[in-house]
């Protein structure tokens, strides 16, 4: 109760929201996916999710029926820039010059080589050739 009102404080807001937990669970990858498809929408995620509904089939179906145990019947909002950068490394793998992808994804080159240089290691095991 606060002194000056003698009325209750409100809660404080929540800081573990739908996102943060759908991060928790989906981890790195599952995050990026999420939001190269649904990015800058608001995803409602269902009871059960079936095989071919459209979570299943950026996440894979496993992965969705855990996200909707944890968040059943929540708004997730995802954020633009994880499946940005999931699609830029993704490019750059498959050989794309960073001119061209910042065209394809709608971003700055500079943005196109900050990823690669924070991802550099990655992108250079991915190009390696195996031994056999």
Partial sequence: MSR???KSAAPPP????????????LGPEGV???SR?????????????????????????????DLADALVQ???EPPLT???RLRILQLLQQGEKPERISHMIG?????????????QEQLETSRQLPLL
């Fill in 4 to 6: 000056a009102t003698g």
């Fill in 14 to 25: 929540e800081t573990h929201g739908p996102w943060q937990r759908a991060v928790e669970i």
């Fill in 32 to 34: 990026a996916l999420l």
């Fill in 37 to 65: 498809d649904f990015g800058g929408k608001r995803v409602y995620v269902p009871r059960t999710p079936g095989p071919d509904h459209p979570l299943s089939v950026c996440l894979g179906h496993k992965l969705a029926l």
């Fill in 74 to 76: 929540e708004f997730l």
């Fill in 82 to 84: 994880a499946g940005k």
């Fill in 107 to 119: 971003c700055s080159r500079r943005f196109v080589f900050k990823v690669r240089s924070e991802n």
